[in-house]
């Protein structure tokens, strides 16, 4: 069992940021690889993000590359998504999720959150 709760959603103007947040509530917590994923109003959900159990790992849809940072504490119990140059095209809600390995398919994952919404303005 794991529950998702992201937090940091908002509006923002283009080239601003925003840290989104997504806090667990597992014991296990350290054995997930997490992946934030985002969906805009008439698209899929679409993968942004992933990184391993340990943060060895990680990896970057090509649009976000260079403005989009994924960390983790476990210790908190915690994923993180840095969002810095932010585009107008970015604006959806968007998701945390965990997945028992490091992975990039939206099938994989087996625990989400609620979302939150981002919405970057021009």
């Known amino acids: 069992q794991v529950q998702l709760v992201e937090s940091g959603g908002g509006l923002v103007q283009a080239g601003g940021s925003l840290r989104l947040s997504c806090a667990a509530s597992?014991?296990?917590?350290?054995?997930?690889?997490m992946g934030w994923f985002r969906q805009a109003p008439g698209r899929e959900r679409e993968f942004v993000a992933a990184?391993?159990?340990?943060?060895?790992?990680?990896y970057y849809v090509d649009s976000v590359k260079g403005r989009f940072t994924i960390s983790r504490d476990n210790a908190k119990n915690t994923v993180y998504l840095q969002m810095d140059s932010l585009k107008p095209e970015d604006t959806a809600v968007y998701y945390c999720?965990?997945?028992?390995?490091?992975?990039?398919?939206?099938?994989?994952?087996?625990?989400w959150g609620q979302g939150t919404q981002v919405t970057v303005s021009s």
């Open positions: 999720a965990a997945a028992n390995i490091f992975v990039l398919t939206i099938q994989d994952y087996n625990y």
């Open positions: 990184i391993s159990w340990s943060g060895g790992l990680t």
């Open positions: 597992a014991r296990t917590f350290r054995s997930y690889a």
